[in-house]
C-alpha cells in the first residue's frame, strides 16, 4: 500500500510536493478506511483533479518514473513483452523554468507498506545519476526504526543488520543501490519484500500499451473471471459471458457474449463500443487489484467511461466488505458527477493548480481555508463550488464557459 509520496524538481513539479494517502482525522465515511497492520489508516481512494496542462498527470507520472528507475535494472536480461516495456528508458526530466532546479537533481521520497513492514525510500537523481539513495524500514508491531543502507555519491553505507550484503566497488553511478540489490541479493526476505513491492504492489494502467492487452490474460483465472463478469452484471451491460483467444505471437482476441431474445451472440471486442472496449481493458486491472491488494494508479480513468461506470468503480474500492486487501485507488479525472461527499472524504480529493512560474502546486480538499479562515464543510457542494472557482484550482472548462450565466 501507498502511503506518502514527495516528489521536488520533476517536469512542472518544481517546489517539494506532498501527496498523502494517510487518512486525516475527519469524521466522514470512517468505514471505509484501510486499517493496515500497524495500525494507520489509509485511503483507499484519491482522485486529483485540474486543468488540462495544469501537471496532474506529471503526479501520477512521478510515482511512475521513480518505479520504472528502480525495475529498469533488473529487466534488462529479460526478453518479454513486459520487459520490454521496462527497458524503455524514460529521462527524469527537472523543471524547465528556473536555472537552478535544470541543474539540480529531482528529489523522490516514498513511503510504503507491506504485510511484513513500512518502508521509507528515498532517491536523488540529476541527469541519470544517483545523488542520493536511503532506504529503512519498520517492522509490523515494532516501533524501532532500522536503516538498510544509505549511499551519499560514491560512499555507500550497509546498515548494521545488513552489513553482510556486500556491494561492488565499481557499481554504476546510474544504478539505483535498490536494484544493485535486488539483483544480487533477491533471497534476501527484506531485500525480496520491497523489491516485490515495486514490481507487484503497485501498477500503472497505460492505454494502447501491449501490456494491457497481455495483462487481460489474468481473465483466465476462475476467480477474477467471476469477479469481472460480476462487475458487467452490477452495471447493468447487456454482456453475459466473454473468452479471450490465445494466439501463437502471443497476442489475443476477446469476444463477447450477448443473450437477445433467449439466443446467444459473440461479438468481437473490436466490434464493441469505444466504451466497452475500454471497460474491458480496465476491468481486469480493477479485479487484480481487489484480489491482491494492489494500488492502481490510472491516467484519466474518467475518459470514455460513463459517470455511473466511473462511480461503480471507485466505489468497489471504497466497500470494505469487497476490497479486503487493502487496495488503493489512485487517479486523475476531469469528471464532476463525482466529485461528492457520498463518494469521497475531504481528504480524498486533491487538485493542482499552477503557480507564476508555471509550476505545479498540489493541495488536498481537507487542507483547503476559505476567504475567512474555514475549513470546507463535509457537507458542501464540491463540484459547485470548484466550478465557482472557490478552491483555487481553474476548472478545466472555464476559459471556454462562463460559468456566471449558466443556470
Known sequence: MLSQF???NFKSIKDEMIFDMQATAIS????????????ENLLPVSVIYGPNGGGKSNVLAAIHALELKILRPLYIAESDEQSRFYLKNKEIVPFAFNEYCKNAPTEFELFFLTSKAEYRYILHVMKDKIQYEYLS????????ITDIFERDGEKINMGREFSKLTVSDDISDTLPLLSYLGMTYRKNEVIADCINWFEKGIRFLNYGSPVQELRLAIANSANTKELILNMIKEMDLDIEDFRIEKKDNESIRIFTSHNIDGKSYELDIEE???GIRKLFGLLPFIADSITNGVTLVIDELDAKIHPILLKHIIMLYNNIEINKHGAQLIFTSHDLSTMNSDIFRRDEIWFVAKGHEQNSKLYS????KNSDGSSVRK???FDKQYL?????????LKNIIDWSVVK
Not at 388 to 396: D, L, N, Q, R, S
Open 137 to 144: 524500514m519498520k517492522k509490523v508491531n515494532f516501533s524501532r
Open 272 to 274: 464493441e463500443s469505444s
Open 28 to 39: 466522514e465515511h470512517k468505514d471505509r478506511l484501510i486499517k493496515t497492520n500497524n495500525d
Open 6 to 8: 514527495i516528489v521536488k
Open 388 to 396: 465557482e472557482g472557490k478552491y483555487g484550482a481553474e476548472p478545466y
Open 365 to 368: 480538499l481537507v487542507e483547503f
Open 379 to 381: 457537507d458542501a457542494k
